[in-house]
Structure formats: structure tokens, C-alpha cells
């Protein structure tokens, strides 16, 4: 299997997975989502891992986000190995070394916009002074300036995808993971959240790890796999366009 790592020599890589193997089930009945792969994803890289539905590439981001524990293999985020973390351990590395955004978006019915935002903020030892003041920050900068106080069934889908984006960047992780972030908006509202993503790359470079059938990512992608039963095989990347 060929190894998902980079052909430039860059520093120490973001996040390293080494032999990683996912395996669901016993004896006859085992499944392997993720076999054996390699993924090396460094500052300032949009990865994008694309695959039908049933390919593992869930899993794999699961795995890489410490929200799964590998049958076998080692995952190094930033340095550290989550393997070897407790579990209240995992979940403050999680807090933030780590931005998830998610294709349902995931925001909590009864809040606010900017009260979601918050939300992270506050777990994250802001006071609710700052908190409010970073998560306006936030929101302005991707458009919802007019949008602070309504609740997530008052919004579009594109929006309400924006401030999940916002959420998953309050703490400033160095580490981004989108599942599938365009597969419930519109063509327009796909387009301006696939530009924001590109924009955390070179503007802020940070490492952007994006699993999806949305074949516009690859056009911006730094590099691109393909997730088939479970193992990735290095595609040719193309120049970013959009």
C-alpha cells in the first residue's frame, strides 16, 4: 500500500498516523474500516480524502480526531500520541489542539449563534467578557455580523455551516477535520465554505483535513487521496482555483 505522505520536505508533520488499523467485530464477522494506513498532514496543508459512502474515510477522521481508538497503530497529533491519554486527558487535548466541523452541523437548538460560539469559548477558560468579544469576532469575519442573535432554525444551511466553522475556531487549534462540510448546502453556500476553508490554509496555516464526495474541494486541495476499503491511495493534486 502506497504511504499517504507528502513529496516536499517540510518540519515536523501536524499529524502522523502510522499503521493505523480500525477493526469492527470478531472471527468471521470482523470488519476492517481503516487498514493499515500511513497520512503524514503538516501546517499550512488542505488535505482532502475523498471516497464513497462505506469507504472508512468517517472512521479514518474519527481515529484522527481522537473521537475513535485504533485497533492497532499510532496517531500523533501535534507531537502527542492519543493513545496514550486518559480520557479526561483526550478530551482537553481535543478542546484545543482540535477543530471539528461536521456535515449537520451539530449546533445546539436553543442557543444563539453567537451563544454556540460562546459555548467553546467559556469550556475553554475565556471569561464571558472575551467569549462574547471573540465569538463577534468570529461571526463577523464569515458574514453573520447580522445573524449574532438568531437561533440555528432561523438560518440557512450555509449559515448555520459558518458558525459551525466559527466554533471549530474559537480556540485557534492548529488542527481542522471536516466531514463532509458542503454535503447538506447548496451550490453557492458550498462554494463560500470551501473558500473559507482554503483561506485557514494560507492565511492562517493551519492543517485542514477534509473527508468528502465534493470533487470542487480537490481544486483547492494541497494534496488528495482516495479511501477504498478502508486504505488510501495518493490522486494527483490540482492548482487551487476557487
Known amino acids: 500500500m502506497r504511504n499517504a505522505e507528502p513529496q516536499t520536505v517540510n518540519p515536523e508533520p501536524l499529524v502522523s498516523l502510522r499503521e493505523v488499523t480500525k477493526v469492527y467485530g470478531h472471527g468471521d464477522t470482523a470488519v476492517r474500516a481503516v487498514d493499515r ?14 471516497g464513497p459512502s462505506g469507504a472508512g474515510k468517517t472512521t479514518l477522521l474519527s481515529l484522527i480526531g481522537g473521537l475513535l481508538h485504533p485497533t492497532s497503530g499510532s496517531i500523533h497529533i501535534a507531537g502527542t500520541e492519543l493513545t496514550t491519554l486518559s480520557s479526561a486527558a483526550l478530551s482537553r487535548f481535543r478542546l484545543r489542539q482540535l477543530g471539528f ?21 467559556r469550556l475553554g477558560g475565556y471569561t464571558f467578557a472575551q467569549a462574547r468579544q471573540r465569538a463577534e469576532e468570529l461571526l463577523v469575519r464569515f458574514g ?42 447548496d451550490s453557492h453556500s458550498g462554494e463560500h465554505v470551501i473558500r473559507l476553508l482554503r483561506q485557514l ?36 493534486a490540482l492548482s487551487p482555483s476557487l
Do not use: W
Not at 449537520?104 to 436553543?110: E, K, M, T
Not at 458558525?163 to 458542503?182: F, H, N, S
Open 37 to 50: 494506513v500511513n497520512l503524514l498532514a503538516y501546517s499550512g496543508e488542505l488535505v482532502l480524502i475523498l
Open 101 to 121: 466541523v461536521f456535515q449537520f452541523f451539530q449546533l445546539l437548538s436553543a442557543l444563539t449563534a453567537r451563544e454556540n460560539v460562546e459555548l467553546v469559548l
Open 144 to 185: 453573520l455580523g447580522h445573524r449574532l442573535q438568531h437561533l440555528p432554525r432561523m438560518l440557512s444551511g450555509g449559515e448555520q455551516q459558518r458558525i459551525a466553522l466559527a466554533r471549530a475556531l474559537a480556540l485557534q487549534p492548529p488542527v481542522v477535520i471536516a466531514d463532509e462540510p458542503t454535503g447538506s448546502l
Open 201 to 236: 490554509v494560507d492565511e492562517e496555516q493551519r492543517t485542514v483535513i477534509v473527508a468528502s464526495h465534493d470533487l470542487r474541494i480537490q481544486q483547492v486541495a494541497s494534496r488528495v487521496f482516495r479511501c477504498k476499503d478502508g486504505q488510501l491511495e495518493e490522486l494527483p
